[in-house]
């Protein structure tokens, strides 16, 4: 694949204080706690997950109306194979119920769906089911929903940097093309721009192989609430957040900037 033109915008030329004033457009989430969740009830894991797909039904509903055009929610992750084969076969299954309850929905409110992440490695019927959330919303722009699922940062940089390296032998590229606007265009979220804020739950503070590259310049808030109980105003307060920081991109305040000439 012969590199795209460049959809993130470049770092060096961010505008200091650019989203003081507004924004996150982009909001990416770490969607955890559902286990602990369901321990503190008394109930299986399963469970957990089960609310978790609930309250990420919620969340998805009210972010158009918060500002928000693209969410990027951590689903699975490449390490959560580890996890015992049951719960593994749930989180799939879980997959398949959110499409298929909520597709048709999704659809018609203008929502894209992609699915970030490696298909290797995954049931054919979850990959039927990919292809049928993407392939239904394919013509949809309003809002951008990305699901990472078996998704890990390190392994969307190891096959973006295998898909260079295929265009370098296949003679369409070579090695000093190479920059960091370009490389992002065979990365899984090659579609649309970084991540503005991300969002953990649960108490948690680690980004467990979430968007390495594209977490740049994102804001993180931390929040201790367990997924399945994270609502439309844990959102909110986290966008408050967001609004009260300076994103500076390695440059200075715009107010000390004019002080020094
Ligand atoms: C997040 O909840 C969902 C996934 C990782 C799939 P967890 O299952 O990690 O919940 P905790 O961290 O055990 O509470
Ligand atoms: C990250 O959460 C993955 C998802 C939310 C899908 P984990 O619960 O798997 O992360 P660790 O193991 O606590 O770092
Ligand atoms: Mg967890």
Avoid: C
Wanted: charged share 25%; no cysteine; glycine share 10%.
């Amino acid at each position: 694949m012969a590199p795209q033109p460049s959809l993130m915008p470049s770092l060096r030329q961010g505008t200091p204080n650019a989203s003081s004033e507004g924004g996150p457009t982009h909001v990416a989430i770490i969607m955890d706690g559902n286990g602990r969740w369901a321990k503190a009830k008394g109930l299986p894991r399963s469970l957990g997950h089960q609310a978790g797909v609930a309250a990420l039904k919620t969340i998805v509903e009210a972010a158009p109306a918060l500002g928000i055009d693209r969410m990027t929610v951590f689903g699975f992750s490449t390490e959560n194979w580890r996890r015992p084969a049951g719960e593994v076969s749930e989180l799939m299954k879980l997959l398949k119920f959110y499409v298929r309850s909520d597709l048709e929905r999704l659809r018609r409110a203008g929502v894209r769906v992609h699915i970030l992440g490696r298909r290797t490695g995954l049931p054919a019927d979850i990959l039927e089911t990919i292809d049928q959330a993407e392939q239904s919303t394919a013509a949809n722009s309003r809002f951008h929903l990305q699901v990472a699922f078996n998704y890990g940062g390190q392994a969307d940089i190891i096959d973006a940097a295998r898909a260079f390296a295929e265009a370098v032998k296949a003679g369409q590229a070579e090695p000093g093309d190479l920059t960091e606007d370009n490389f992002q265009a065979y990365l899984s979220t090659a579609n649309g721009p970084p991540p503005d804020l991300i969002i953990r739950t649960s108490g948690e503070r680690r980004l467990s192989n979430f968007l390495l590259w594209e977490a740049a310049y994102a804001e993180f808030v931390f929040q201790d609430v367990l997924w399945p109980d994270y609502g439309p105003a844990d959102l909110k307060a986290a966008i408050e957040e967001f609004r009260t920081r300076e994103r500076r991109y390695g440059g200075t305040d715009v107010n000390d900037a004019l002080a020094t000439g």
